[in-house]
């Protein structure tokens, strides 16, 4: 059972903080805690309980997640207060405009999804290809690879795994599909790409960044971050915070960007003598875990946090 695969949430007091934090409020005000937050990626609700423990009766917490395990892991949180979505955070952007004093966005998978074999989001385990967030709907990594081109594979283990011998991978897959039919485990792929891929960093398996690489493009991570970002401009009240946290070197370029952009006047080359587009973020931390939390759970390494304020432009 799903029981026994435990999940630590990442930067859990680091996010909530930022979350809360609000420097011009009154000694004493509490108005924070009677605004409307979204915990745009429940996971295994970490942030969200820490979250409804903030809460004063009057505030409201609304969650977004599309994996059906989250899901039925929410529906035993049965505060009113608390309302969740079937839904990607890419669908932020249907709350009314200026409605929220805060968004978290944690980017990583949960290790529920990654120890449960039956998930296919890791090479340490055999198990169906599959690795959709969402097994309601979609393709899954098999389905996909037993009929995508091998420039097409190649293409996506190049852009979203960052992998060098993204070439070699894709030829290798479909010579393998032409040959005994489609790859349709994790530990089939796992091997075909250690087969091909003859040197590696050390400490890390071959197969890591094409793992990566399948699951971001499979469940369109990357565009349904950008998407959520966006809407997040919409959804926050001036004063709301943005906190992301992301856990590989794509995801946090886009956030650093995102912050950046948003972050100063633009002005438009086209009309040098228009009014700016005044900025609409106030870029404000950047945490990673500390020596303690990393040593306590290493899947924190990697991790990230940014904090962005809204501005009332």
Do not use: C
Not at 159 to 164: F, S, W
Request: charged residues 25%.
């Amino acid at each position: 059972m799903e029981t026994s695969w435990k999940h630590t949430t990442v930067l859990l007091n680091e996010a909530i903080d930022a979350l809360f934090s609000n420097p011009d409020a009154e000694p004493g005000d509490e108005s924070a805690a009677a605004q409307t937050y979204v915990d745009a990626t429940f996971g295994r609700g970490g942030h969200t309980r820490l979250i409804l423990s903030r809460l004063s009766p009057q505030g409201r917490l609304i969650a977004f997640d599309k994996d059906l395990d989250a899901l039925a892991e929410a529906a035993t949180i049965t505060d009113s207060r608390f309302s969740i979505r079937h839904q990607g955070f890419s669908n932020l952007g249907e709350l009314p405009v200026a409605s929220v004093a805060g968004v978290l966005l944690d980017l990583g998978i949960s290790s529920p999804q990654i120890d449960n074999p039956a998930r296919g989001f890791s090479f340490r385990f055999e198990g169906p290809l599959d690795m959709r967030m969402d097994t309601t709907r979609g393709e899954s990594v098999a389905q996909w690879l037993a009929t995508a081109e091998t420039n097409q594979i190649a293409e996506v283990i190049r852009e979203y795994g960052e992998e060098r011998f993204a070439g070699p991978i894709a030829k290798a897959i479909v010579a393998r599909r032409q040959e005994r039919g489609p790859i349709s485990t994790t530990s089939e792929l796992a091997q075909l790409v250690a087969d091909t891929v003859k040197t590696r960093e050390p400490g890390q398996n071959p197969a890591t960044r094409t793992f990566q690489a399948f699951r971001i493009f499979i469940n369109a991570e990357l565009e349904e971050l950008q998407q959520a970002l966006e809407a997040s401009l919409h959804v926050l009240q001036p004063g709301g915070r943005l906190v992301v946290i992301s856990f590989h070197s794509l995801e946090d370029r886009i956030v650093k960007q995102f912050i950046a952009k948003h972050s100063r006047d633009e002005y438009d080359r086209r009309a040098p003598f228009a009014a700016p587009k005044v900025m609409q973020l106030k870029a404000l931390d950047r945490i990673k875990p500390s020596a303690a939390e990393v040593a306590a759970n290493p899947r924190s390494r990697s991790a990230i946090m940014r904090v962005a304020q809204r501005t009332s432009a």
